[in-house]
Structure formats: structure tokens, C-alpha cells
């Protein structure tokens, strides 16, 4: 499924109309249809109830005034108030609030005391909230009519639904400049937007709906949309059944280079995560004073001892070459977790990867070798798969996770570009974005996975992808496996999942994938 910036959506419903012949007052009337069946959904039935409908003067007041119109033939008790002049309606919505009027359906204004009043006691014995205040286009600071009627709706603590996005969500940003709806539910027309998978817009949002209000598919999967969700239907497409005939080496030799004195636990995690992701054999380079413990612990790794300049890091001309070595015998190399930060590792790190003419992935530790000079990426043999944390890729922009957050999507875009890397930038929506400007949002994973060494596991996890389908695809069915793991374990541990838990879910997640792809 595809997902939309709010230009986007704005073009499809105007494309509609003049390559379709679908009016915008039809596909209001759909909107408004689908709302009020989604409305009925969140109650558990709308007859006998009381609705508040908050319309403001765009087409997401028309939406609301729409609904309004099939709830009162639902049987629901309607309260309208409209933030707006009725003078000041766009055409569409003006239309359809001559429809309400006609019923003889309650509209009230907000303007003077005793209109709040009113309105406060409504929210008051109200059995839900139809939000139709503000829609996708909203940009900057609210006015203050439309702030203080969302403290109002948010404060009343009832059921809410929002029409395509809460009122006070930036469509394209998820960002929240003032206030906004609390959402129970959001029934997004046409398309998921950005604003509901990004922070702080997503914990706004609710259980999210998408309802295409019957606009022509060839719209709504147009490639000019770069923006698409990772879900299990499309991952299944990535990752091909094994045949019978496959052997070990078919399946991915992986080197993981990772790991340093006190930093054990992230090449354990990354080395036996590509293990559990389907690769065959993996081999896991580390400090030769560290080696030994490793050894000890991990019977499926061939954990291979790298000579030190001092103890318990990497770097140094020998270990160089040791490495490279290593990796002429590898199908994939992955570098960094808990590789540590000493300027001499740093060193090392650019160089390998300067040299290894192998799909790399580049996690933690190698992400920061590059933050003082981002441009080397730029000039490496491959392509390389970074998975930077918001604070990791803020670090190699040069920029603060605020203003990454503030622009994430774009910002990321343009460094993928530029740089000439896959970027899976790891949040609350983990982004995988690619050099060409195609960028994916995952639709798995879960607050528990706010853990010490998630990374990488997922780090781990893409590289033991990499062999089994084509090595540019494996960050989306990388992501997606990691995120699906995350759930199962939630179910069972909650917040008190630790990064263990994921890397032993893989297995799970990778079955239920399988029967899937069995079954499709």
C-alpha cells in the first residue's frame, strides 16, 4: 500500500475528477458514508446514541456534515457545531451542510460564551466525537478558536473519531505544533499519510482505517509515490521459498565484524541473529583478547581471533588485512556493532570499507566513523545499508534529533541521494530509504523494543538476508522479520522484552511468513 504527502492526495482527488469524472461532492458523499460505518464500528452500534460533530470550513467539514447526515438516519442523536462563518464553507461543504439543514439537524456556531457553553456541555453527555475540525493541509500555529476547541474535545475524555487525520497533525511531518485530537480512531481517506505513522502524530492517531472512498486504484498506486508500506503482503513477494536442493553455502556466508573489550553482547546478538534469519555460515571477527569468551558462548559461530594493537579494540595495518582477507571468503560483511569509537578503530572502519568490494551493512559504531566526513560514503565501492538510530543519523548530518524529527522523511530522502546508501533509520516507524527516493515505513514493531541491542539484532538480521533474496531488498524483509519478532514478543514480555527476545522470535516470525507465502 501506498503512502501519501498531503500534495499527493490533493493531486489524486483532482485527477480523479478530470480523468475519472469523479466530482468531489461524490467522493465526499462516499466519505462521509464510510465514516459514519466507522463511527457505528467504534461504538458497537449508533442508534440511540448521542454524536458531537465538529466541522470545519474545508472538505473535511463536508466529510463531517456528510456523516452527520448518515449517523441521524442511523438512528444517532446529532449535535453539529461548526468552527467556521457558514458563509466562509468551501462549495462542497456548503452543499452538504444544506442537506443537514434541510433535516432539521442541530448546527451551532462557536463564537460568543454562550455557544462554548453549549458546546462544553454537549461533550459533556456525548457518547462520542466526529472530528472534521482541520484536514491534511494544515500547516504552522492553529488559530485560537480552533486551539481551544480541541483542549475542549481532548478534555472531555469521550470517543473520538477523526476524519483522515487528527485535527492539529501535520499530514506530512507528524509533527504537532500546538495541540491536537486525541484520537481513539482515524478513518484516513485514500491513502495512510505520513502524519500517522511518524511521532507525535502517530500516538494521536488511534487505531488507524484506510478507506479508499472508491477512488480509481491506478491513482492510488501511481509510481510518481515514492512512499509505500512495509507489510507482510509485500515482503512475501521479497524473500523466495527454499528449494530442497539448497546447501549452506546457498544461503549466505556472512562475516560480522564487531564487538571490543566490554561490547561483547552486540557481536553475540548481530552474529547469532544472521544465524537465526536463514544465513548459513557466519563468521564473526573480534579482538583476539576477546575471542575467547565469544568462543565460548557461541557454538553455531566461528568466532576468528583479529590481532590488536592494543587490547580489546581494532585497528592497526595487520588487522586490516586480516579482515579483508576474511572477507574475499564471504557473501556479505557486516561492521560495527560494539566495535567502539577509539580514533584508531575509526581508522580502521574507513578503511575496510573503502577496500571491501562486498555488500556491506554498517551499523553503530561504523555509522559514527563517517560523521566527521559523510562524503566517503558517497565514494565507497558499493552501496552500502547504514542502520542509524535518529540520534546515529542526526550525528551524521550534523543536525539535531529535533530537526531531523521536524523534516524526517525529506531529510532522509535527500540523504540517501546523496550519500548513495539504503538508510534504514531506526523509530517509533522504522524508514528504509533508498538512493532513487523510494522510501518504506514499516507497519510492524512496538514501544518494548526500546531496548539495548535491537540494533543489532536487526543489523544481524538484515545480513542473514542478504544471500537469500536480492541483496538491495533485504533491509525491507530485514525490517519487516525484526518488527514481526518485536510483536510476538511483546505479546508475551511487554515492555520487558529484551533484545534476546526478539533475535529468539525470528525463527517465529520467519515461519509465520512461510505459511503465508504457502497459503497466498
Same mark, same amino acid.
Given at each position: 500500500?501506498?503512502?501519501?504527502?498531503?500534495?499527493?492526495?490533493?493531486? *489524486?482527488? #483532482?485527477?480523479?475528477?478530470?480523468? !475519472?469524472? =469523479?466530482?468531489? =461532492?461524490?467522493?465526499?458523499?462516499?466519505? $462521509?458514508?464510510?465514516?459514519?460505518?466507522?463511527?457505528?464500528?467504534?461504538?458497537?452500534?449508533?442508534?440511540? /446514541?448521542?454524536?458531537?460533530?465538529?466541522? $470545519?470550513?474545508?472538505?473535511?467539514?463536508?466529510?463531517?456534515?456528510?456523516?452527520?447526515? !448518515?449517523?441521524?438516519?442511523?438512528?444517532?442523536?446529532?449535535?453539529?457545531?461548526?468552527?467556521?462563518?457558514?458563509?466562509? =464553507?468551501?462549495?462542497?461543504?456548503?452543499?452538504? /451542510?444544506?442537506?443537514?439543514?434541510?433535516?432539521?439537524?442541530?448546527?451551532?456556531?462557536?463564537?460568543?460564551? #454562550?455557544?462554548?457553553?453549549?458546546?462544553?456541555?454537549?461533550?459533556?453527555?456525548?457518547?462520542?466525537?466526529?472530528?472534521?475540525?482541520?484536514?491534511?493541509?494544515?500547516?504552522?500555529?492553529?488559530?485560537?478558536?480552533?486551539?481551544?476547541?480541541?483542549?475542549?474535545?481532548?478534555?472531555?475524555?469521550?470517543?473520538?473519531?477523526? *476524519?483522515?487525520?487528527?485535527?492539529?497533525?501535520?499530514?506530512?511531518?507528524?509533527?504537532?505544533?500546538?495541540?491536537?485530537?486525541?484520537?481513539?480512531?482515524?478513518?484516513?481517506?485514500?491513502? +495512510?499519510?505520513?502524519?500517522?505513522?511518524?511521532?507525535? $502524530?502517530?500516538?494521536?492517531?488511534?487505531?488507524?482505517?484506510?478507506?479508499?472512498?472508491?477512488?480509481?486504484?491506478?491513482?492510488?498506486?501511481?509510481?510518481?509515490?515514492?512512499?509505500?508500506? =512495509?507489510?507482510?503482503?509485500?515482503?512475501?513477494?521479497?524473500?523466495?521459498? #527454499?528449494? /530442497?536442493?539448497?546447501?549452506?553455502?546457498?544461503?549466505?556466508?556472512?562475516?560480522?565484524?564487531?564487538?571490543?573489550?566490554?561490547?561483547?553482547?552486540?557481536?553475540?546478538?548481530?552474529?547469532?541473529?544472521?544465524?537465526?534469519?536463514?544465513?548459513?555460515?557466519?563468521?564473526?571477527?573480534?579482538?583476539?583478547?576477546?575471542? +575467547?569468551?565469544?568462543?565460548?558462548?557461541?557454538?553455531?559461530?566461528?568466532?576468528?581471533?583479529?590481532?590488536?594493537?592494543?587490547?580489546?579494540?581494532?585497528?592497526?595495518?595487520?588487522?586490516?588485512?586480516?579482515?579483508?582477507?576474511?572477507?574475499?571468503?564471504?557473501?556479505?560483511?557486516?561492521?560495527?556493532?560494539?566495535?567502539?569509537?577509539?580514533?584508531?578503530?575509526?581508522?580502521?572502519?574507513?578503511?575496510?570499507?573503502?577496500?571491501?568490494?562486498?555488500?556491506?551493512?554498517?551499523?553503530?559504531?561504523?555509522?559514527?566513523?563517517?560523521?566527521?566526513?559523510?562524503?566517503?560514503?558517497?565514494?565507497?565501492?558499493?552501496?552500502?545499508?547504514?542502520?542509524?538510530?535518529?540520534?546515529?543519523?542526526?550525528?551524521?548530518?550534523?543536525?539535531?534529533?529535533?530537526?531531523? #524529527?521536524?523534516?524526517?522523511?525529506?531529510?532522509?530522502?535527500?540523504?540517501?541521494?546523496? !550519500?548513495?546508501? *539504503?538508510?534504514?533509520?531506526?523509530?517509533?516507524?522504522?524508514?528504509?530509504? !533508498?538512493?532513487?527516493?523510494?522510501?518504506?515505513?514499516?507497519?510492524?514493531?512496538? +514501544?518494548?523494543?526500546?531496548?539495548?541491542?535491537?540494533?543489532?539484532?536487526?543489523?544481524?538480521?538484515?545480513?542473514?538476508l542478504m544471500n537469500q533474496t536480492e541483496s538491495g531488498l533485504a533491509p525491507l524483509a530485514g525490517v519487516y522479520l525484526h518488527g514481526r519478532a518485536g510483536d510476538i514478543a511483546y505479546n508475551e514480555k511487554g515492555e520487558s522484552l529484551l533484545a534476546?527476545?526478539?533475535?529468539?522470535?525470528?525463527?517465529?516470525?520467519?515461519?509465520?511468513?512461510?505459511?503465508?507465502?504457502?497459503?497466498?
Amino acid at each position: 500500500m501506498k503512502i501519501a504527502i498531503s500534495d499527493e492526495m490533493r493531486n *489524486i482527488d #483532482r485527477l480523479a475528477a478530470e480523468e !475519472y469524472g =469523479l466530482p468531489e =461532492l461524490l467522493l465526499m458523499e462516499s466519505a $462521509g458514508h464510510r465514516t459514519a460505518q466507522a463511527m457505528e464500528h467504534l461504538l458497537g452500534m449508533t442508534a440511540g /446514541k448521542t454524536i458531537c460533530v465538529l466541522a $470545519g470550513s474545508g472538505n473535511n467539514g463536508g466529510d463531517a456534515f456528510a456523516a452527520a447526515r !448518515y449517523l441521524s438516519n442511523m438512528g444517532a442523536k446529532i449535535k453539529i457545531f461548526l468552527t467556521c462563518e457558514p458563509a466562509h =464553507l468551501k462549495t462542497a461543504a456548503a452543499r452538504m /451542510k444544506k442537506i443537514t439543514d434541510k433535516m432539521g439537524l442541530e448546527v451551532h456556531a462557536l463564537e460568543e460564551d #454562550r455557544d462554548w457553553n453549549r458546546l462544553h456541555l454537549a461533550l459533556k453527555f456525548t457518547d462520542a466525537v466526529l472530528d472534521g475540525i482541520l484536514g491534511t493541509g494544515i500547516k504552522g500555529e492553529l488559530k485560537k478558536k480552533v486551539l481551544r476547541l480541541i483542549e475542549e474535545v481532548n478534555e472531555a475524555g469521550r470517543k473520538v473519531l477523526s *476524519i483522515d487525520i487528527p485535527s492539529g497533525v501535520d499530514a506530512d511531518t507528524g509533527r504537532i505544533s500546538t495541540v491536537a485530537v486525541m484520537a481513539d480512531m482515524t478513518l484516513t481517506l485514500g491513502l +495512510p499519510k505520513v502524519g500517522h505513522l511518524l511521532s507525535p $502524530g502517530a500516538d494521536m492517531t488511534g487505531q488507524l482505517i484506510v478507506d479508499d472512498i472508491g477512488i480509481p486504484q491506478p491513482l492510488l498506486q501511481s509510481d510518481k509515490i515514492q512512499q509505500t508500506l =512495509l507489510d507482510d503482503k509485500l515482503v512475501r513477494t521479497l524473500l523466495p521459498m #527454499r528449494s /530442497k536442493s539448497v546447501h549452506k553455502g546457498d544461503c549466505g556466508r556472512i562475516l560480522v565484524v564487531a564487538g571490543s573489550l566490554g561490547m561483547t553482547g552486540a557481536a553475540a546478538l548481530a552474529a547469532t541473529a544472521a544465524l537465526r534469519a536463514g544465513a548459513g555460515v557466519v563468521t564473526l571477527a573480534v579482538p583476539a583478547s576477546v575471542q +575467547p569468551v565469544l568462543a565460548s558462548q557461541l557454538l553455531e559461530v566461528m568466532v576468528q581471533p583479529v590481532e590488536e594493537s592494543r587490547e580489546g579494540i581494532l585497528s592497526g595495518e595487520k588487522a586490516l588485512s586480516c579482515l579483508l582477507r576474511l572477507a574475499q571468503h564471504c557473501d556479505v560483511v557486516l561492521i560495527g556493532p560494539g566495535l567502539g569509537r577509539a580514533m584508531e578503530t575509526q581508522e580502521l572502519i574507513r578503511m575496510f570499507a573503502a577496500k571491501v568490494n562486498k555488500p556491506l551493512i554498517m551499523d553503530a559504531d561504523a555509522i559514527f566513523a563517517f560523521n566527521s566526513q559523510p562524503d566517503e560514503l558517497s565514494k565507497l565501492p558499493q552501496v552500502p545499508v547504514l542502520t542509524p538510530h535518529l540520534g546515529e543519523m542526526a550525528g551524521i548530518l550534523g543536525v539535531s534529533v529535533p530537526e531531523l #524529527r521536524e523534516s524526517l522523511l525529506p531529510i532522509v530522502r535527500e540523504a540517501a541521494a546523496e !550519500y548513495q546508501c *539504503i538508510f534504514v533509520v531506526k523509530s517509533e516507524c522504522t524508514l528504509v530509504a !533508498y538512493p532513487d527516493g523510494m522510501t518504506f515505513f514499516s507497519s510492524v514493531g512496538n +514501544p518494548g523494543m526500546a531496548t539495548a541491542g535491537s540494533g543489532d539484532v536487526l543489523a544481524g538480521t538484515i545480513a542473514g538476508l542478504m544471500n537469500q533474496t536480492e541483496s538491495g531488498l533485504a533491509p525491507l524483509a530485514g525490517v519487516y522479520l525484526h518488527g514481526r519478532a518485536g510483536d510476538i514478543a511483546y505479546n508475551e514480555k511487554g515492555e520487558s522484552l529484551l533484545a534476546g527476545d526478539i533475535r529468539g522470535n525470528l525463527a517465529a516470525a520467519l515461519k509465520e511468513l512461510r505459511q503465508k507465502q504457502m497459503n497466498a
